[in-house]
């Protein structure tokens, strides 16, 4: 082609050639050469740019732990998939809820695959825990319920705190394979490393209470088990 240019075009066919001859030295070998690397597809890519461990091979976005035991906050967590909100307002537990605000809890991608294929939570599983205030306090009733359009219940305001769980056998055998951290009960922005909490704070309670693997499960498996799919009829 860069010749065909070269004959009828002058200069111009000149620098068609010139540019055909760097894009063979660019490429490399010949395409029927065995040895040239295959391109990467773009799934792979995909695969190659997200965070990988082998201490949790079955875990996309692991958890990532500073040089002292600390917990580093997981980045984009909001990103991850969501299971559930558990909710205990304080007006219904007259005023003297331990946790008042919205649960928003979320797992990594591999994590939640995982369990609705084996029912079994992998190694390096991350249970992330956004604590969300009611947007009003006070309510419109003394059970702190209010008035919106849509009826009378307990609406989401600012955010109010993270926590996360993780499961690592070889970390936390003591309490059942999950260690527990709170990266502040406040508003963002939260702490950006955390400390495994004593087991009286936390894991104490999941290991006497917890429905499955130190997890509230029941509150998640709306979520966790597949929708049912309706089969198109054949005509």
Known sequence: MSLFYSKYF??????????SLLFLT??????DDASAAAPVRMSERVALAVATD???????????????GKLVQPKDFREMVFI????????LNDGKAGFPEFHNVYVQPAAFKAYRATGKWP???MMIKELQLVDDPKGDFPDGSRIAPS?????????NGLDVAVKDSKRFSATNNWGYFNFNHAAPPYLVEAANKPVEQCAGCHMANAHEDMVYVKFYKPILTPLPTLSIAKK
């Open 26 to 31: 660019a490429c490399g070998k010949k395409p």
């Open 54 to 68: 082998p201490a949790y091979p079955e875990i996309d976005v692991p958890p990532v732990w500073a040089s002292d």
């Open 84 to 91: 559930g909100a558990p909710f205990t307002p304080h007006g």
């Open 151 to 159: 009826g009378r219940g307990y609406f989401p305001g600012p955010v």
């Open 123 to 125: 190694e390096g599983t």
């Open 10 to 19: 002058g200069g111009l066919g000149s620098i068609a050639l010139s540019l």
